[in-house]
């Protein structure tokens, strides 16, 4: 009996243990979502809290109901829901009605995680698919509330909905600096103004620089590494630099580009995403730069002034076409082994066949 | 072949070999006219008026029309005939072919007709023929009409054009667009197949 | 035994299989079936053709008619311009000139918004105004679902009866979230303003 279980103790390589684990890794996560979380409550007011912890909270709700409804083992410890709970909440406008955030919890938990078998099994990730999901409401997700900077700002309702005429909510609301650059011109707002976020937006995505310090603080604890979000970012960036629309100075282009919009919030939360991103080094930077180029060209050619949600979407769906075919090379393959190995598997056969031992 | 009784044919359509839910035919037209449920029963008339017999006269020529051909002369006679019906409608019953004027060309090219005139009535006589055009047809019907009141009615808050949440419930339109189809039809599919499977375990169990 | 033994053996020592007799007959049932059915559709077509243009004018001239109710006879002018695919001139009881009805189709969001724009005409000696008398959408299919289809509402059609060309440069409610389509209905009311002011002009008439 002794030995048996002995024996059942060995395991695959690598032989090494770590305290990590998804609840450590969310955990993470979560601390790095915290600057951005601050900016958007800074920016559009106490509601936003408000909203990302019931969105939390209805997530993790979803998914305990589910598992007791489908009699599985809950998962709620791992922290996995609460993370969808906030980044849906991130990509969406403080001046959504609370029941939208609901059926979006909704959507992102139940249909596109766990009827696909769970965490590490859904194909996409939950919270963009959620906030696409929503674009049913396409007035009220594409309303932007203009941030406390703004000298035009009007406080929004903590709690309730924001009242609507002919259904579009009375709230103060501006155009994004997406829409003056869909118009190919640059926006209002400086570079300075738009790296710390004020501008319309979504939630989670106005603050450039708190979001790259949540980058920062995952790359020092490994949650992350710098190729997924380097590449969408480098992509992205390069191609601005070398399209800017007639007219524009194109470094000031680049600069805006990457500022604006959900590129950051993207590049940093959502592509990194581990059951929707490939594993394979060489496949991730592919990944990457699928994203960006998609972004480019959504924002560019299509009727949509942003694309970063739909491009990391679509990428997703990609996932696992780029890890079969783009693998990292094994220790002892490659072409000059193969080589190598044809050679004395010739050198077999021939033998073989001329009748000698080997 | 054991022979199949009528109802057998008839059962299999409507449910355990339902086109769209099982064999997985028509899923193009099922996606498009599903906007609404009126363009949905529309379809389904459409469908099984030309099903039954697009089946009963394959089933009439399946002695004469020579293997090497039959696809290319099931197309001609299916699309010949439905093409007839179509003008006689224009100019006989010009108000019927109003609300069904649309479906009829897509008829033509729904993949079901087709593949019920090969699999099944090139090889069965003219009366199991047009009751697998019957159930197949109501199949068809039953499904495209579920998808259609979910997506009318999350998608614009109606059902067969009336307003049924009274100005409370704000209609999603992502439920009109292609997306929405998609959704309703994948879980649609995937609520078939848990009640079957359901079903098969207790069979299972009780053996 | 190789392939072409096998052929040899079946269709005889020296028959080639287009003279073989079994692939005729196949040929000519194919050609007899695809015969009949093509003598079905000209015979449909035939007793069908007349019945079935007649109910599509009648319905074209409805459709005008929804827009000018006043109206008797409409005739066709077969001009066209940017966003205007045909022109009607509108003539009562009595044969005076009344307005026009006029197709257009402009760019929307997902394609072309056609639709029907009733213009009246009123005045005489010369000096005309042009107002429009009802706007009907034909086809947009090509708008979404939802949003752009919300063109279709009677309110946002109305603001247009009784505007005239200045009128219409002046304001004009967009749909809120439809902008692109919106534009699309406004734009063809211009041109169908623009093209009847034109035809006015051109037969000496001015504008008012």
């Known amino acids: 009996m002794e030995d048996r279980k002995k024996l059942l103790l060995v395991g695959t390589s690598p032989h090494m243990l770590t305290d990590d684990n998804t609840r450590s890794i969310m955990l993470d996560v979560l601390i790095a979502m915290a600057p951005a979380l601050a900016a958007g409550t800074y920016f559009f007011g106490f509601r936003v809290l408000v909203m990302t912890v019931f969105s939390a909270a209805a997530c ?42 609901l059926v979006g919890d909704f959507f992102a938990i139940v249909v596109v995680k766990q009827l696909f078998g769970g965490l590490g099994k859904n194909f996409m990730n939950p919270a963009l698919a959620g906030r696409v999901f929503l674009s049913g409401w396409a ?31 009375d709230a103060v609301t501006g155009a994004t600096p997406l829409v003056a650059m869909k118009g190919g011109a640059l926006p209002d707002q400086g570079i300075l103004e738009l790296f710390l976020g004020m501008k319309g937006g979504c ?60 590129v950051i919030l993207g590049a940093v939360f959502m592509a990194t995403d581990y059951s929707t991103s490939p594993v394979g080094p060489g496949a991730q930077w592919v990944f990457a730069a699928g994203c960006g180029l998609l972004t480019f060209v959504i924002r560019r050619f299509g009727a949509y002034n942003e694309g970063v949600a739909y491009s990391i979407l679509i990428m997703n769906s990609t996932v696992w076409l780029l890890d079969k075919y783009i693998r990292p090379r094994r220790f002892g393959s490659g072409k000059k082994v193969k080589k190598e190995a044809e050679a004395i598997m010739a050198e077999i056969k021939r033998k073989n066949e001329g009748g000698e031992a080997l | 072949m054991k022979k199949k009784s009528l109802g057998a044919i008839f059962m299999d359509g409507l449910l355990f070999q339902n086109p769209i839910l099982v064999q997985m035919l028509g899923v193009c037209s099922s996606l498009a006219v599903t906007t609404s449920l009126i363009n949905a029963l529309g379809m389904s008339a459409a469908v099984i008026v030309v099903l039954i017999c697009s089946n009963i006269a394959i089933s009439l020529l399946r002695k004469i029309i020579p293997d090497q051909v039959r696809i290319v002369s099931y197309i001609v006679v299916i699309a010949g005939f439905v093409t007839i ?74 059902i067969l054009g009336y307003e049924v949440f009274g100005g409370y419930y704000q209609p999603s339109s992502l439920f009109i667009l292609p997306a929405g189809a998609f959704i309703v039809l994948g879980c649609t599919i995937a609520c078939y197949q848990a009640v079957r499977n359901r079903k098969a375990a207790r069979k299972e169990a009780l053996k | 035994m190789s392939e072409e033994n096998v052929l040899q053996e079946k269709h005889g020592k020296n028959s080639s299989p ?30 069908t053709k007349e019945k079935i243009a007649a109910i599509a004018a009648e319905k074209a001239d409805a459709a005008r008619k929804a827009v000018l109710p006043t109206a008797s006879v409409f005739t066709d002018l077969e001009y066209t311009s940017d966003n205007v695919l045909s022109i009607y001139e509108a003539r009562d009881g009595s044969g005076a000139l ?66 005239t060309a200045a009128s219409l440069a002046e304001s004009f409610d967009a749909v809120s979230g439809a902008t692109y389509s919106s534009e699309g209905v406004r734009a063809g009311v211009e041109a169908a303003l623009d093209l009847a002011g034109r035809i006015i002009q051109n037969s000496g008439g001015i504008v008012k």
């Open chain 1, 60 to 101: 993790v709700a979803f998914e305990f109901l589910w598992q007791l409804l489908m009699k599985k083992r809950s998962s709620i410890g791992d922290l996995s829901a609460v993370v969808t709970g906030v980044l849906l909440v991130f990509v969406l406008p403080a001046s959504v009605p609370y029941w939208m955030v």
């Open chain 1, 139 to 169: 007035t009220l997700l594409n309303t932007y509330p203009l941030p406390s900077t703004d000298p035009g700002y009007v406080k929004l309702p903590v709690f309730g909905n924001i009242p609507m005429t002919n259904g579009v909510p």
């Open chain 1, 203 to 262: 939630v989670g995505e106005v603050s450039a620089a708190l979001l790259l310090l949540g980058g920062i603080y995952l790359l020092v604890r490994k949650v992350i590494t710098i190729r997924i979000p380097a590449g969408f970012l480098l992509t992205f960036g390069l191609l601005s630099l070398l399209f800017p629309p007639a007219g524009v100075p194109a470094f000031q282009w680049m600069l805006t580009s990457l500022l604006t919009g959900g």
């Open chain 2, 85 to 158: 019906v179509d003008l006689l409608m224009q100019a006989y019953l010009p108000s019927l072919a109003d609300s069904l004027g649309i479906f009829i060309p897509l008829v033509v090219v729904n993949c079901i007709i087709l593949a019920r005139a090969e699999a099944f009535a090139s090889k069965n006589g003219v009366i199991a023929s047009a009751v697998d055009g019957i159930g197949m047809g109501l199949g068809y019907s039953v499904v495209i009409c579920i998808i259609a009141f979910v997506r009318e009615l999350i998608g614009s808050g109606t």
């Open chain 3, 18 to 47: 287009f003279l073989d007799f079994a692939h005729f007959k196949t040929a000519l049932i194919l050609l007899l079936i695809t015969g009949v059915v093509a003598v079905l559709l000209g015979v449909t077509n035939g007793m």
């Open chain 3, 98 to 163: 009344i307005g026009f009805a006029v197709e257009t189709g402009a760019q929307g969001f997902g394609g072309t918004v056609e639709q029907i724009v009733g213009l009246r005409v009123t005045g005489a000696n010369g000096a005309y105004s042009l107002s429009v008398s009802g706007v009907s959408l034909l086809d947009i299919s090509d708008e979404t679902p939802g949003v752009g289809s919300r063109v279709s509402s009677s309110g946002f059609l109305k603001q247009f009866e009784g505007m």
